[in-house]
DNA sequence: TACTAGATTAGAACCATTATTACTTGATAG
DNA sequence: CTATCAAGTAATAATGGTTCTAATCTAGTA
């Protein structure tokens, strides 16, 4: 992660404008951490800017993404969630409440995936990406009472 | 993959029902292959039955998925997928056409992943799935027409 | 053949996302 | 400091995949 001061060099160098709502959602982003659904992102900046609308936190969603800042993850099945592109992680995801977890597994293990030959497959390989299933620690404790959705 | 028959057997013996509609949708995604969407099996069986309704169609694949015998593909970004559960194979997804691509890497290197202690991250693991990015052959050769959304 | 639990249908509802349009503003130049 | 305008924002409508609902129908059984 870095600090704000250099996503907003990167956006002036870029002719990006830079607006309060912007900032805030790029606080928001950086505060908060996890992997935050469009919804979650409005919820909280939109208390300090209450007329903030969804339009402007997708678009800033789209451009962060576009600017290779965060990452889509793809893996709740509705709902686009958003991961500030830190270092390369993967993530492991509650098969029951849907949690993500950051996971880092040996780097040795995901680079040998991304240099697998996929041409037999007529395709160009970039990017490999795991995803483990299963269950995180209060699913796991059937006593425990956190699970949702 | 199974025969249709077997599949009808595993019906019966958890007293699910068999209407026609289901059958053509088993018929429907044994034949067809690939992953489809929801949409894409309503369009294919309601040739055969005109007044097939999507309900059933999704009420069908969650059947399915609930007998272990479809495993839902989350790879498109807002639209569910579905696959034939048939041997383990990963899936490299285009960046641009989103096009499906069934792949098989080594075993050996699924099972590994598999392996993985996650429980320092108080997360138990079932299963892990690869996801590769990449370009499929049509959008990697840019003369070429047949890119799409 | 009649019964009934469960399945199907049509259509409304839902919800995340995208598009539209009018209004507003950040950044620049004078 | 102010004027300018390309770009951004807000409000709201539209879209599209999925889920729900209520009424009707039917597969499997007695």
Chains 1, 2 share one sequence.
């Not at 993850?73 to 709902?79: F, K, Q, T």
């Amino acid at each position: 992660m870095q600090p704000l001061t250099a996503l907003i060099d990167k956006c002036r160098d870029r002719g990006v404008k830079l607006t309060p709502q912007r900032i805030a959602i790029f606080e928001c982003l950086m505060q908060q951490g996890g992997h935050p659904s469009a919804e979650e992102v409005y919820q909280e900046v939109s208390r300090r800017h209450p007329t903030l609308s969804f339009a402007t936190v997708y678009n800033t969603l789209q451009l962060l993404t576009d600017l290779g800042e965060v990452r889509e993850v793809i893996v709740d099945e509705l709902r686009r969630r958003y991961d500030l592109n830190t270092d390369s992680h993967q993530h492991a995801v509650c098969r029951l409440c849907h949690r993500i977890v950051d996971v880092r597994v040996g780097a040795g293990q995901v680079a040998a995936l991304e240099q697998i030959d996929l041409g037999a497959y007529d395709f160009q390989l970039e990017r490999a990406t795991i995803q483990f299933t299963g269950l995180c620690g209060s699913c796991a404790r059937p006593s425990s009472e956190d699970a949702d959705t």
